[in-house]
């Protein structure tokens, strides 16, 4: 349990986080946005945020590619309910649109 | 080690400017659905029919595999939903959305109720994540 509040204390660990929020970064993209720390930290660093289940890896041939896990420290049900919040305006928005558009078409007829 | 505790059901209403009849053909007619929802959509539109979805995301899709429960047009439609992706937190059939459209003047009054979405991230090597996110929603309040 305390890994994964260790996980998020590190500032390192949280810029790794929001480095691979919007897209997958590798392990290389990932340590060459860090002058100082050694690739084997950076390693270190992303086991640890794995552990804690706050990122996710994918392989792609030889590559690793690392991204944080969309649900992260909010959970399942914030995710989805924010999902749902975001498609839900959008199914409102072309329903609207598909209701004139068949008043329109039933104008015509007329 | 897997640990699920489920939530309390996720409620969202929505008042459309359109009819029961128009909202409705959006759960139910890939080409719709493909308008809000998703990136690809396979649906048999009848009680333990298919629903599945892809929903595109960094790093590739997410194939949302779900099955009709009830389909009562225009007025109520229920499908399972959970993801085969192995990091996906949510199996398929492991949730359940209900939606229920209510006529609203000459609009609709939507309401969607997701069911059974757990508590948090499934599988973690140490255990106790749910307790982890109990325990810092209290540090939080």
């Known amino acids: 349990m305390q890994q994964a509040v260790e996980a998020i204390a590190d500032p390192r660990r949280r810029e790794i986080l929001r480095l691979v929020r919007a897209r997958e970064l590798t392990a290389g993209a990932i340590a060459s946005h860090f002058a100082d720390v050694s690739r084997p930290a950076i390693s270190q660093h992303l086991r640890v945020l794995r552990e804690a289940g706050l990122l996710s890896e994918r392989r792609e041939g030889t590559r690793r590619l690392y991204r944080a896990r969309p649900e992260g420290l909010g959970g399942v049900r914030e995710f989805v309910a924010q999902l749902w919040d975001e498609r839900l305006d959008a199914l409102r928005i072309e329903a609207e649109r598909e209701e004139r558009k068949r008043e329109n078409d039933r104008g015509r007829d007329n | 080690m897997t640990e699920a505790v ?104 939507l309401r969607l109720v997701h069911r059974d979405l757990p508590e948090a991230a499934i599988e973690s090597h140490t255990g106790g994540w749910t307790r982890l996110l109990a325990e810092l929603a209290e540090v939080a309040r």
């Open chain 2, 6 to 109: 489920t939530t309390e059901p996720i409620v969202r209403e929505v008042r459309i400017e359109a009819r029961p009849e128009t909202v409705f053909e959006f759960f139910t007619d890939p080409a719709k659905l493909t308008r809000w929802l998703c990136a690809a959509a396979t649906v048999d539109p009848r009680p333990g029919g298919v629903c599945h979805q892809t929903h595109e995301a960094e790093g590739g899709p997410y194939h949302m595999r779900g099955e009709f429960v009830e389909v009562a047009p225009p007025t109520r439609v229920v499908f399972t939903w959970g993801f085969t992706n192995p990091d996906a937190s949510v199996a398929p059939g492991a949730s359940t959305v209900e939606v229920t459209l209510e006529p609203d003047g000459a609009g609709t009054l």
